[in-house]
């Protein structure tokens, strides 16, 4: 390997001249041999103060931080690089990829380097469709790294249990679900729908004041998940998980509530007359809805006329755009109160 060897009361000014020449090869880590010193070289030249010589030995090498440009540098295109998105969610210890389909011939390669730059992930996947049919499910596809589609997400002081197929989860609505936590006065009852491995109700029974926390889940496998939760993070006497359609099980339980929650975006709206129906009177509710941006004064105006309509009126206290669902299209949280 080509070095400059000079003596070490030269290095600094031969240092200076091959940085300032651009000749140091940055790929390797200069060696100190008694009172010399070899500085890798990228092209033979002269050097003053130095002799230029074709080491035997090899350099070590230099230790670079870890990025997907520069694993994937020989791999992909400028612009291909350019086209992988910089955000990617992560679930427990599995990566969900989202790759744009001019890519899809290289998501193995760009998994793999996920996995490398990346020592808390075991497994990338992707989606294979969007969340789908009652339960809000989907498939995914593994890319990389184990066979494994079950993980423990850490948030917001809580662990939760999941499927990535057998129950829906956005590690993305974190921040949202302790928004809502930080709104919980003492000794508050909490209904939260649609609780599905439980994500809410832990969230808001460890993050806040509240008295009690009631899910109600109507697919099964998110519901086994939602009650093994509450174990796993010590909450049974704050979390009570049922199981089954929200229509049906909310009439059931003998008292109503000082705040419901409706996580439910797609058709949420639908379920207005059951949570008004068991919420207090001044109690909060919070609905979400998919929306695009043009959508939400004309949504906002839906549903205060059935709010009213039921015979519950209700005054809008904030529009939380709380996710994007697609460009243009976001996650609103409307937070309303009964007056
Ligand atoms: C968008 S997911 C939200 C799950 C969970 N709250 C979360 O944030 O991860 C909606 C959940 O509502 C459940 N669901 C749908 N219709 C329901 C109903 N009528 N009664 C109870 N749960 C229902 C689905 O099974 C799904 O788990």
């Keep these: 390997m080509l070095a400059a060897y000079t003596d070490l009361k030269n290095a600094q000014k031969v240092k200076n001249f091959i940085l300032k020449k651009d000749l140091l090869n940055h790929d390797y880590l ?25 080491t035997k ?15 994937l540098k020989d791999k992909l295109t400028k612009t291909e690089l350019d086209l992988i998105p910089r955000s990617q969610e992560i679930v427990g210890n599995i990566m969900i990829l989202e ?22 992930i075991t497994t990338v996947v992707k989606k294979q469709e969007m969340h789908k049919g009652v339960y809000r499910t989907r498939k ?9 589609k079950e993980t423990v997400h850490h948030e917001n002081g809580v662990e939760i249990k999941l499927h990535l197929e057998k129950t829906y989860f956005s590690a993305r609505s974190g921040n949202e679900r302790l928004r809502i936590s930080r709104l919980v006065k003492p000794n508050e009852e909490i209904l939260v729908m ?3 491995a439980a994500p809410y109700p832990l969230v808001i029974a460890k993050n806040s004041p509240a008295k009690i926390v009631y899910g109600i889940e109507l697919n099964p496998l998110a519901h086994q998940f939602a009650l093994e939760n509450v174990t796993l993070n010590k909450l049974e006497k704050k979390v009570i998980i049922l199981l089954g359609d929200v229509r049906k099980i909310a009439p059931t339980i003998k008292k109503k509530f000082n705040r419901v929650v409706m996580p439910l975006p797609k058709t949420g709206e639908e379920f207005l007359d059951v949570s008004l129906e068991k919420a207090k009177k ?24 059935i709010c009213k309509k039921g015979g519950h009126p209700v005054r809008i206290l904030k529009k939380v755009k709380c996710g994007q669902f697609s460009p243009g299209t976001f996650r609103v949280c ?5 007056i």
């Design 140 to 148: 995914v596809k593994i890319l990389a790294g184990k066979n494994n």
């Design 99 to 120: 790759v744009p389909p001019e890519l899809k011939n290289k998501e193995k390669l760009i998994a793999e380097a996920y996995l490398k730059i990346n020592r808390n």
């Design 194 to 196: 649609f609780s599905g």
């Design 282 to 305: 001044g109690a909060f509710i919070h609905l979400y809805a998919f929306l695009d941006e043009k959508e939400i004064d004309d949504y906002a105006k839906k549903v205060k006329m």
């Design 57 to 71: 030995f090899n350099f070590p090498q230099k230790e670079r931080p870890q990025t997907i440009d520069f694993l």
């Design 334 to 338: 409307f937070d309303l109160k009964l």
């Design 30 to 54: 200069p060696v100190k041999e008694l009172e010399h010193i070899f500085f890798p070289l990228t092209k033979k030249t002269k050097i003053p103060n130095a002799e230029v010589v074709d």
